[in-house]
């Protein structure tokens, strides 16, 4: 059993050590096979020794095999340990991987936004988002270049700081910068280490650009709606206003006029009628710059020649400006007409010079110069000019009217269209406001420079037309055969019943008057009542004017019918429609007027 257990250990050693150690087992068992001491001292002494040796040797490397398989175990142990390292490294890698993946991939969408990372040599680490590409940037313009070199110097003069207050933990809580023709909101985040200290700077950048101009437009939409407001309340003011006040300018304007008829040649009291006249004629005017601001004025609209109405207007120009200013012309021949109304455009034109002239201090030796040309205008320029007014870009007149007078700061040109307002010690405030709501309402543009101590220049644009402008007719008194006819007047203002009773029997006519329709219409269906003309107003108490022309004309069809009102015969027509009335006769009128309405109307 012994001997077996032997055999196999020398099988773990190489063939010479075997050898060394067969030799050696011979010589120790040969006193058990003989059993004689002699023997034993044949044995050699050196092979005993090697033997000896030879099993040291034996244990040896019994002892060191044993060591290296405990050492592979542990190798292997470590082995494992560094796989399962690297696998959770790999794992942590992929994860981080992944995190960065979707946080780019959140910064790279995020909407009307950017998101960029400097580190303390201003060096972007990090610059995505939607934002960069209507800037005309990109990650790989950006990231790992040096800020300096990715923006131009007037941008990099405004980040530059931002970056550094923000590294340096002072950064504001947002600012707005505007690059190129973007604008943007940008919020610093100061990025701090495990430590504490602050280790790079982060901007959150939003595009805002299509934000302001949505508040822009919001501000103009406001801005016109209150404009609107503001004109509907005046309008309604002008109106009440046109009505009442336009009754008794009737009676004063009718009766002046026939105590100036009555008046002998040369009589001294024939300057203080003309006075009245004056007076009352101002103050119809004042009405009418209500209602043309308002944009409810009377309008006749037809192709005029703008430099051969300012050319009309000479005479009475050089007597508005006075003598204290020179004024200096210079037009442009050859200019298409505009579709307007004469007696609003001269509006135009005598409000803008008297404000020159106004504007001129005596004995400052002041010019006015009055230009006209033709622009092309286009629908940037119209924006500019007339920010949400949408009028159509193409050819457009202009008229200017500059000044070297004393000139108005910002806030009083802010303000200088508004009504009522005035720089004068002595005014209304309704000349300009006037202008203003004659060119709305022709669609055309309007504005105003100025500067303290240098001058203002209002230019005005009316749309050009192919049409050829018309010829203004000449007013001529009108010559009316009466022949005692009967004008049946109705209307509930005794002193308008009046001066019409009194201004048409001087024109030959009998007169039949009534305070109301009802008394009105009763008057016409008197059978055998020979009436050759109605004059009726549109605002009475018991029954609206309207409503009496259109009884009239089922009583008389065809009986001449003038409609009379201090509102604007466009306003009347859009209001109640077509009458069907014969003409129209606003109030206050001269004996002229009515000399022509009622001629016009015996005639149709």
């Known amino acids: 059993m012994v001997d077996a257990a032997w055999q196999v250990s020398m099988l773990s050693f190489p063939p010479r050590r075997r050898m060394v150690l067969a030799e050696a087992s011979v010589l120790l068992a040969a006193p058990a096979a003989g059993g004689d001491a002699a023997t034993l001292k044949e044995i050699d002494i050196g092979a005993l020794l090697g033997g000896l040796f030879a099993l040291a040797m034996a244990v040896l490397a019994l002892w060191l095999r044993a060591r290296e398989r405990a050492r592979a175990a542990e190798l292997a142990m470590a082995n494992a340990a560094l796989k399962r390292e690297v696998e959770e490294r790999q794992r942590t890698e992929e994860g981080l991987r992944t995190s960065e993946a979707w946080l780019r991939t959140l910064v790279s969408n995020f909407s009307d936004g950017a998101v960029f990372l400097v580190d303390r040599d201003l060096r972007y680490l990090v610059a995505d988002g939607r934002a960069l590409q209507p800037a005309g940037l990109s990650r790989e313009k950006l990231e790992g270049k040096p800020l300096i070199e990715t923006v131009p110097p007037e941008e990099y003069a405004q980040l530059a700081p931002l970056y550094q207050a923000t590294l340096a933990g002072e950064a504001p809580e947002k600012i707005e910068i505007r690059y190129g023709d973007r604008l943007y909101v940008d919020y610093p985040v100061a990025v ?74 040369g009589a001294s009291e024939q300057s203080n009628v003309e006075a009245i006249v004056t007076v009352t004629r101002r103050a119809s005017e004042l009405v009418k710059q209500m209602l043309a601001y308002a944009g409810k004025g009377r309008v006749s609209l037809r192709a005029l020649d703008i430099n051969a109405l300012i050319r009309d207007l000479g005479g009475l120009l050089r007597a508005s400006v006075g003598k204290h200013a020179r004024v200096h012309y210079d037009i442009a021949e050859g200019l298409p007409a505009v579709v307007a109304d004469a007696a609003q455009l001269r509006q135009i034109v005598m409000n803008l010079m008297v404000n020159a002239s106004e ?70 405030g309704l000349g300009l406001a006037a202008v203003h709501g004659i060119v709305q309402s022709h669609r055309g543009v309007l504005s105003v420079e100025s500067k303290p101590d240098v001058g203002t220049t209002f230019r005005v644009w009316l749309p050009a037309s192919d049409e050829v402008p018309e ?48 008394e009105g219409l009763a008057l016409a269906r008197v059978e055998g009542k020979d009436i050759a003309l109605a004059m009726v107003d549109l605002t009475m108490p018991d029954m609206p004017g309207n409503e009496v022309v259109r009884a009239l004309h089922e009583v008389r069809p065809s009986l001449p019918v003038i409609l009379m009102s201090g509102y604007a015969e466009e306003d009347v027509t859009a209001q109640y429609g077509d009458l069907g009335q014969t003409a129209f006769l606003h109030k206050p009128f001269s004996l002229d007027e009515l000399r022509s309405v009622v001629r016009s109307a015996l005639e149709t």
């Open 192 to 265: 701090r280490g495990n430590d504490g200290e602050i280790v790079a700077a982060m901007m959150i950048s939003l595009d805002i650009t299509e934000v302001r101009r949505v508040e822009e437009e919001r501000r103009r939409i406001q801005q016109k709606l209150e404009e609107t407001q503001r004109l509907e309340s005046l309008g309604v003011l002008a109106g009440g206003i046109a009505h009442d006040f336009n009754n008794m300018l009737t009676a004063i304007l009718g009766h002046a006029e026939m105590l100036r008829q009555d008046l002998p040649e």
């Open 359 to 428: 504007a001129i201090s005596p004995g400052s030796g002041g010019a006015i110069t009055v230009t006209t040309s033709l622009d092309a205008l286009s629908a940037a320029d119209l924006e500019r000019l007339a920010p949400g007014m949408e009028r159509e870009p193409g050819r457009y007149v202009k008229f200017s009217v500059s000044d070297t007078g004393a000139g108005m700061d910002a806030d009083t040109v802010a303000r200088i269209f508004d009504p009522f307002f005035t720089t004068k010690f002595i005014g209304r």
């Open 471 to 518: 010829v203004e007719p000449t007013s001529l008194p009108a010559l009316i055969v009466a022949e005692r006819r009967t004008v049946l007047v109705i209307d509930d203002e005794e002193v308008v019943r009046v001066t019409l009773q009194r201004t048409l029997e001087r024109l030959g006519f009998v007169v039949e008057m009534a305070n109301g329709g009802d």
